[in-house]
């Protein structure tokens, strides 16, 4: 026997169910202002409730419907009953001007009761500090206690994107991790081998040298054959201890490659305790580094492993002062204008210049990690004011071996993403020159392990 539906004394309230949907969805009352959102629009626009509740459905979709004060707040005076005037609308659209076309449809999704859908809409960048943002969005009408309101529902593009491309990249990354595990165990096995076998012929050289070092000295000195063969012994001795050295740098380098099958150690602790820890280290080897932080105090407490987290931050860190100190020491292309009007460039370091790094902590509301969906996630970002990353490289640097520069192991980085990985997180990374951002997402607790 099935439960009557009608015998629960309450149902979930539809605000508390709107807030845990994937969608970011906007109410909007007959006179298109924005009366309600739920957290994941907030977090698709990058605009704060505040600033979007009663502002005009309009002012995000289409602004240029709105006439605008100097100050760039809507003049709500030059509207009427929160449309563009009728007959203006009418003027404009017998001129061929489709500027009303959102305005008019809203009308006509309200008359008709017919909802409608846009695609590939571009968000007025000025709002949400001049990052452009392409939308899928669709508007149903609706009568609610014989008020009409409209349901703004948007879906992201770049969001389903950046997802698509970061399960891309994971699996890639799983790949090429594999592959040089194999190698690298492949290597390992020999290279201890060759050590062993040079230690070896070492002991025998030094065995050989002691028994024809002659006792008298008169002789020693006499003997042309006894000195050049001390000489050869000598040069084998130093080759024996090249192979020896060169095994342990093979040896590290493939103890890298094939990382720690150390668990994380997770313990509650503050984000910013690492950061803070790495900032001291790395900041005394690179005093012109200008730091700006913008630390959010009030986040909540993280379950992760310090010291693998201080191994992301001083390898994220350290590369930015190194970017940054490369462009400094980069003479910087300048244009001038000669006498004859043709423009030449010239080239010199440029005195002004001040390597600037900037760290900020956020929180971010249900936001993606591959396939797991968070209510609330940590947000670190690193920005630089180096070099920038070829563009050749930035979609390969997190790949082993993978480094554009020449005293570089490729290493650092893949490390970097091995840890995130870790800690059921990802990492971001945008570029251009005088302007690099690594972003770091991680979970604020982790699942619990599987039996």
Known sequence: MTADPTTFKSTPDLAFMSQHLFTAILLVNDDLSIIWLNAQAEQL????RARLLNQSILALLAPEELPLKSNNVIDSDSLNDGHVNEK????RIASGDKTCTLTERFNQAKQYQQPFIDHDHMINPQLNGGAMLSIDYSVTPV???QQAYFIVEMWGKDRQSR??????????????RHMLRSVAHEI??????????????QRQFVKFGDLAMPTNSTVMA????????QATVKKLRTYTDIIISETDRLTQLIGQLLGSNQLPKW??????????????????QYPKVALERDYDLSLPELCADEDQLIQVFLNLINNACESMTEFEQTPQQHELLESNDLQTT???????????LHIQTRVVFQHTIGSQQHKKALKITLTDNGSGIDPLLIGQIFFPMVTSRASGTGLGLAIVQDIINRHHGMIDVSSVRGQTHFTVYLPFSQPAPTT
């Open 267 to 284: 313990q509650m602790m503050n984000i910013h305790e690492p950061i803070e820890h790495v900032l001291t280290l790395v900041l005394s």
């Open 346 to 356: 010239h080239s010199e370091i440029d005195p002004d210049y001040q390597a600037q």
């Open 88 to 91: 203006t609308a009418k003027d």
């Open 143 to 145: 009568i609610y206690q």
């Open 45 to 48: 626009l990058a605009i704060s």
């Open 188 to 201: 390992k096995n020999p290279l201890a081998g060759i050590r062993g076998a040079a230690q070896l012929l």
């Open 222 to 229: 006499s003997s042309n054959t006894d000195q050049n063969f």
């Open 163 to 176: 997802i698509s491309g970061e399960e891309q990249r994971q699996q890639q990354h799983s790949v090429a």
